[in-house]
């Protein structure tokens, strides 16, 4: 498997996945242009992917949407609630807890987020497994198990608790990036990254960083610190940036 965020922050977030036989998107948050060049940067045909995923309807995640699908004709799966949100799709499919995607396995984990609807993803394909959430306040427990172990956590760290809650951000929308309904802190997301990670991990993209309320340098720090007084360790942790896409990372 293999795997490049095209984009990842408030203002835009794409992700895509491939195996040798299946193409997918996480997510059109950015210009249906924008996609369109960073795939072509990757040598893919936008109208050969077989999928896009939709995590939830806000518009940093569904902004290229409607120009893209309109262009290319993809299958879009979502839920029966992100529907009324993206009334204009033709092709769509409403995903199940768990389904396949050619020869990708798709775990569709329910996110909390202030949205009709939210999800996260664990994608698998010949023992190998990708993990992607971003937009929770927290993640639930009856989910830990499934989590635990995998190669790559594509994970939000959204921003730095005390820089929030010091910054600009009017008072009810810091409530509401540290409701439940909101975003991981770089807190929160390290504890979650140090209980699950094993010794199948091989990377950590830390993604979603909020551009007035954290810094890559905090959000790796507190994740470092974090796997150091638990006596763990990674040895590729990325930094995913608004404006560049990562590199291509294969497992």
Not at 71 to 83: Q, S
Not at 84 to 106: G, W
């Amino acid at each position: 498997m293999r795997v490049c965020v095209l984009s990842s922050g408030s203002k835009g977030n794409t992700t895509y996945i491939e195996t040798d036989t299946t193409r997918i998107l996480i997510d059109i948050g950015n210009s249906a242009k924008y996609v369109k060049e960073k795939l072509e940067d990757l040598n893919v045909d936008p109208s050969s992917l077989d999928a896009i995923l939709i995590t939830h309807t806000h518009i940093d995640h569904v902004k290229g949407l409607k120009v893209f699908v309109k262009k290319f004709d993809i299958p879009v799966y979502i839920t029966d609630r992100m529907l009324s949100c993206l009334d204009y799709l033709c092709n769509y499919r409403f995903m199940d807890e768990e389904f396949d995607i050619k020869d990708i396995h798709v775990n569709s984990i329910k996110t909390s987020h202030d949205t009709p609807d939210s999800r996260g993803f664990i994608l698998s394909c010949n023992d190998k497994s990708i993990v992607y959430i971003t937009d929770t306040g927290y993640i639930n427990k009856k989910y830990f198990d499934v989590l635990k172990n995998r190669n790559v956590y594509i994970m939000e760290s959204n921003h730095d608790i005390e820089m929030l809650s010091n910054g600009s951000y009017p008072f009810k929308l810091r409530q509401r990036i540290l409701s439940d309904k909101g975003h991981l802190s770089n807190y929160d997301s390290s504890k979650y990254l140090s209980s699950f990670i094993g010794d199948n991990t091989k990377y950590i993209l830390l993604a979603h960083l909020s551009e007035e309320n954290n810094t890559k340098e905090l959000a790796y720090e507190t994740l470092i610190n974090k796997l150091n007084s638990d006596n763990k360790h990674i040895d590729n942790i990325i930094i995913t940036q608004q404006d560049k896409e990562t590199e291509l990372i294969e497992v």
